[in-house]
């Protein structure tokens, strides 16, 4: 499988995820640059950490008028497999391909700390291999990960079953206590109504290795793998069907 | 009237710090007056900060040498060989006074410069530490004196430092993975904010600030230049503070760390062209000391035409233009013929690359503006011929610490309540809400985060290796002894390298201190000097460059004598890395104590040292005594054996003994783990808050398994080291008796939230 890893200016994530796919998950890994809207015949593609175009103004808000997301939001609402990280989930937020805003984190300073999230979807493309309940360890580090949307938007997501991780405690209770930043309802990452697009705001390429102190996240990154598999191979796929 | 206009007169020169005989100096060298802007480019490379001309005498006397060193002091970071074909290049900087004046914006350039020093050379940056010194936060008893107006302000500056120095480094995308905080009066109205960066290069992709080949075209590339930070090194870097500074906020300069992270990587797309012949950031000093040290290193001229360097303000005159210090900035000298291959790399960065000057043959620094000469000087004379000062010095009248001692509690006496207290205070207490501030994983290399281990660890993608990095000091100690004091931040530094599994391979040192003026100030740099020498050749350290910091003082008050250790250390097996941490309920804990029952003082000598630490000062607020002696074989037969016991994975955690003594190690070692707690009895002929609290080298805390005590034992024999079976690791309470009566005695759950609140309920969450 190929993987497109997007390049803003002032991504810094990208190697790191980049690591992950080739080194780790032993698949193939692709830099996309952001002034092509070429995607190298990525079969997903991960938008990474980082501060694209620095952002001094809003978290993401030019990143999504670079010609790469162009391509990527075509690739999108074609069916193709788009996962942000971090950064890269804000800048989905920005470019509408995800539902709802980013605020300043509580308590208004940047965090970087291990965190617990809670998978509660297992029926998309990025949670398939994970079981329905299991808590992930992965750190996060921003300074806007405080998920926010109106009522109505809140209750399409729970409807439409888009939450994908809450911020719990390391068993899985969700509590305020366990809320590094802030988020409604311990929103942690979300995906669309399609389910084909995800953002989330832990780090699952820092959490993949267990020398840096958790392996969870990897099985975002698996999942991921296992899904394009499946859908390479429509036989199997529905018989693997969870 | 044009500033180039100005008349150039002895007055004039006073004015840009210059004395009537360095002036005259200039005159010599140039065989005329300079006018304004050879004026202020001589004040700028002449000044303390640029010249290390009060320094340099004594800088001599460090080991620079050593097989691993491949390049030492003299470039813009210094580089050792670390197996493999790799190479690590790091190096130690101040931002001192500009951290005073503004502190987000000081303590964020101060990162942006030495992350520049790193990557010129090649090296891509993987790790930021920064040691940092603040006055009180607290008004508690070690803060003795410090008004409610002072602290609020130390806060004000140590929240705005934090945060600067995050908000470079988490866009830049390198991990801060470790530093060192500590708190006194003297560092109220002088904070000191050193920056470490660390970096990997492939041995034989390294580049250096050499220009050569004449015709060669001088390319600028990066930020525009513009007013700020001109005078930064001459005159903030390079006087003392007066109630005036705050008007010197305009000499800060202003960071972009996202300009920076795309500095960085058309640099090293750049220099992957092989059309480079040499680079130079523009740090202090800006494009004058790039320029004219490209140009000396390399034996020749350089020509600058000022009317092509990008500028972001208008009516800049070339004094302006020479003396800037703008951010985000470099000069490079590339191949004539193919200097489009590096422009067009910046370019698809967004970056500006604009031919400036060129090289040429005759060793002359040539700045051309509106087609006229503004300034010519010879380029070796201007970067090396600084006078150099012997400047006078000697001790103080009266030996420090003769005032005040501590009294011991007497025996018997309960030290729970003290020992919470000492958790609290600010320098032992829980970095953590500094550290969060910081993005301590990005590049995932990071194997033990700020507190897992007693340095951090990073591994090497790709090789099996790892390095670890660590800085120290002690000012306290450096002000009442400053040779003992020196000695022991080296020896610090590298007791914690060796705790956290790696040999101790380099180091780099940041020395701050006073106005070199005084006689005082002079000796205790010169004593320093000779401290960290002593100690690196006895422990095998190179010392590989620095940076020296003078004129902290304010209002004519001198800071601490602060030198400031960053010990480099190597893993070959990054999976032999140990941390501090408590791993396993009935493990067996061990005091190394490598100098033995003879290093301890007794009588009057035990009160002494003791006055000394931090026991002392934060809970009575003393700062006396002398600190104790450094027994540097004792240190070296202590490291050579923890690295055997690391290297056969007999170690489940090793963690040493400073600030705060056995007690504070102990603590660490249990809020470390996962809800772990140890029991331990000692005996000792000290009375028990020295046994417990007392500072001296050389010693370490391991736990092992009880498997593997026979062998752990076996090998600090085979070292001549005393490995005292002192507890167990336990669950619940946290219990330590001196001969059989106990003395603390509280659930480690109350120790630790004592510890973990503090800072944070101190700054407000």
């Not at chain 1, 997007?6 to 996309?32: K, Y």
């Not at chain 2, 058309?266 to 040290?293: F, K, N, P, W």
């Not at chain 2, 500028?311 to 470099?330: D, V």
Request: hydrophobic share 45%.
């Amino acid at each position: 499988m190929k993987f497109g890893v997007v390049v803003f200016p002032g991504s810094n994530c990208d190697d790191d995820a980049r690591h992950v796919i080739a080194n780790v998950l032993g698949q193939t890994a692709e830099f996309l640059w952001h002034q092509s809207e070429d995607l190298c015949g990525a079969d997903a593609v991960i938008l990474p950490g980082g501060f694209a175009y620095g952002d001094y103004l809003r978290t993401g808000a030019i990143a999504r008028f670079s010609p790469v997301m162009r391509a990527v939001e075509r690739f999108a609402r074609g069916g193709g497999i788009v996962l942000g990280i971090c950064n890269g989930f804000q800048i989905l937020l920005e470019a509408g391909l995800l539902p709802g805003a980013m605020l300043r984190n509580a308590g208004l300073r940047f965090r970087c700390l291990p965190v617990h999230i809670r998978v509660e979807q297992t029926d998309t493309p990025f949670t398939c291999a994970a079981r329905r309940g299991q808590v992930l360890e992965a750190p996060i580090a921003h300074n806007e990960g405080n998920y926010y949307c109106d009522a109505e938007t809140l209750a399409g997501l729970e409807r439409d079953r888009q939450i994908l991780f809450r911020y719990t405690t390391p068993d899985g209770r969700e509590e305020a206590a366990a809320n590094p930043n802030g988020s409604l309802a311990n929103i942690a990452g979300i995906c669309n109504r399609e389910r084909n697009v995800a953002g989330l705001m832990p780090h699952p390429e820092r959490a993949s290795e267990r020398e840096l102190g958790s392996a969870d996240g990897l099985v975002i990154f698996r999942s991921m793998a296992e899904w394009l598999a499946r859908t390479a191979e429509p036989a199997t796929a529905v018989s693997r069907a969870r | 009237m044009l500033d180039t206009e100005i008349k150039v007169t002895a007055e004039v020169a006073a004015e840009h710090g210059l004395t009537p005989e360095e002036y005259a100096r200039v005159v010599k060298i140039l065989g005329r007056e300079p006018n304004i802007t050879e004026l202020g480019i001589f004040s700028l490379m002449w000044s303390e900060h640029c010249s290390y001309k009060s320094s340099r005498v004594h800088l001599r006397r460090l080991p620079t040498k050593a097989p691993q060193v491949v390049q030492g002091p003299g470039e813009n970071a210094g580089v050792v060989d670390i197996g493999e074909g790799l190479c690590a290049a790091f190096k130690i900087e101040s931002h001192n006074h500009p951290s005073y004046v503004e502190p987000f914006q000081g303590a964020a350039t101060g990162v942006g410069g030495i992350l520049r020093d790193v990557f010129t050379m090649g090296a891509r940056p993987i790790a930021v530490l920064d040691e940092l010194r603040f006055g009180p936060v607290t008004s508690a008893p070690g803060a003795a004196g410090a008004s409610k107006e002072f602290t609020a302000r130390n806060r004000r500056i140590l929240d705005g430092v934090v945060t600067g120095i995050g908000f470079y480094g988490n866009c830049f995308g390198v991990p801060t993975v470790g530093g060192d905080v500590a708190f006194a009066p003297c560092y109220s109205g002088n904070p000191l904010v050193n920056a470490l960066a660390l970096g990997i290069a492939r041995r034989d992709e390294l580049f250096f600030a050499r220009a050569r080949g004449a015709g060669n075209p001088v390319l600028y590339v990066g930020a525009k230049t513009g007013r700020d930070g001109i005078h930064g090194a001459s005159l903030l870097a390079s006087a003392e503070f007066t109630e005036e500074s705050q008007q010197k906020r305009p000499n800060v300069q202003v960071g972009d760390p996202f300009l920076e992270k795309l500095l960085l990587e058309a640099c090293l797309e750049a220099m992957r062209t092989g059309a480079i012949v040499a680079i130079q950031d523009m740090g202090a000093a800006g494009l004058t000391s790039s320029s004219c040290e490209m140009a000396s290193r390399g034996c020749v001229g350089i020509e600058l035409d000022l009317d092509r360097v990008p500028q972001r303000e208008t009516g800049m005159t070339p004094y302006e233009i020479m003396l800037s210090e703008s951010q985000e900035r470099m000069l490079i000298v590339a191949e004539r013929g193919r200097e489009h291959e590096v422009i067009e790399v910046f370019a698809k960065w967004g970056l500006d690359a604009v031919e400036v000057g060129r090289v040429t043959p005759d060793g002359m620094m040539r700045v051309v503006w509106q087609e006229r000469t503004a300034a010519e000087i010879p380029a070796k004379a201007l970067a090396e011929d600084a006078p150099v000062y012997q400047r006078p010095l000697a001790p103080p009248a009266a030996p420090r610490g003769g005032g005040k001692l501590i009294e011991f509690a007497p025996e018997g006496t309960d030290l729970t309540a003290n020992f919470a207290r000492l958790l609290a205070w600010p320098g032992i207490a829980s970095k953590r809400w500094i550290f969060e501030q910081y993005d301590h994983m990005v590049r995932t290399n990071t194997l033990a985060w700020p507190g897992a281990a007693d340095a951090a660890v990073l591994r090497m993608k790709g090789t099996h290796r790892g390095l670890a990095l660590t800085v120290d000091g002690n000012g306290r100690w450096c002000w009442l002894a400053p040779r003992e004091g020196a000695k022991a931040a080296v020896a610090e530094g590298a007791r914690n390298v060796a705790c956290a599994g790696a040999r101790p391979w380099a180091a780099t040192n940041c020395l701050n201190f006073g106005n070199p003026e005084k006689l005082e100030v002079m000796w205790e740099f010169s004593e320093c000097v000779d401290g960290i020498a002593e100690a690196c050749i006895a422990l095998g350290i190179p010392i590989t460059g620095g940076n020296v910091s003078f004129y902290n003082d304010t209002l004519g008050q001198s800071i601490y004598p602060t030198p400031v250790l960053g010990v480099l250390g190597l893993l070959e097996d990054a999976s032999r890395a140990v941390g501090i941490a408590f791993r396993e309920e009935g493990d067996a804990i061990l005091l190394l104590d490598s100098a033995g029952e003879g290093a301890r003082p007794a009588g009057a000598d035990a009160r002494r040292e003791f006055s000394s630490s931090e026991y002392a000062f934060a809970l009575y607020g003393v700062a006396g005594g002398a600190p104790p002696i450094v027994d540097l074989a004792a240190e070296k037969r202590l490291i050579e054996a923890l690295l055997v016991l690391s290297g056969e994975k007999l170690l489940r955690s090793a963690h040493d003994i400073s600030d705060g003594g056995l007690g504070v190690t102990l603590a660490e070692c249990c809020f470390a783990s996962r809800g772990l707690s140890a029991r331990v009895s000692l005996s000792s002929f000290e009375p028990p808050e020295a046994a417990v609290f007392g500072e001296r080298g050389a010693r370490a805390v391991v736990s092992c398994s009880r498997e593997a005590l026979a062998r752990l034992g076996g090998v600090a024999r085979q070292w001549g080291i005393a490995a005292l079976a002192i507890g167990e690791v336990g669950r619940d309470d946290f219990h330590v008796s001196v001969n059989g009566r106990a003395v603390i005695q509280a659930p480690c759950d109350r120790l630790r939230a004592a510890w973990a609140d503090a800072l944070p309920s101190i700054m407000g969450k």
